[in-house]
């Protein structure tokens, strides 16, 4: 499946906030209207520098960020889709 082909499906694909406190994500139809149960959300702690910066571990937020990609498209996107019709760039969050 294309990019083209995955408008057909009636899903735009996960969207993804990173915050400073925490990373979300979901999926979304073609009218922007969240699809239920696609959400994710995972949690971290800001560490403060002695000269009070706040600071964010990369390697916390890469994995947050694929935590949250991976919940909502292995809850929904691959019980309604088969593998083999889903986008090379969604098998790869998958994967």
Request: with cysteine.
């Amino acid at each position: 499946m294309k990019c083209d082909e995955t408008r057909r499906t009636g899903i735009l694909g996960p969207r993804l906030d990173i915050g400073s406190s925490s990373t979300r994500s979901a999926l979304f139809d073609e009218k922007a209207r969240m699809i239920a149960g696609s959400d994710a959300r995972r949690e971290y702690a800001v560490q403060y520098s002695a000269d009070g910066a706040a600071e964010l571990s990369p390697l916390e937020l890469r994995q947050a960020a694929r935590t949250c990609l991976r919940q909502p498209c292995a809850r929904i996107v691959c019980r309604a889709f088969p593998k083999s019709l889903l986008p090379d760039r969604w098998l790869s969050v998958l994967a």
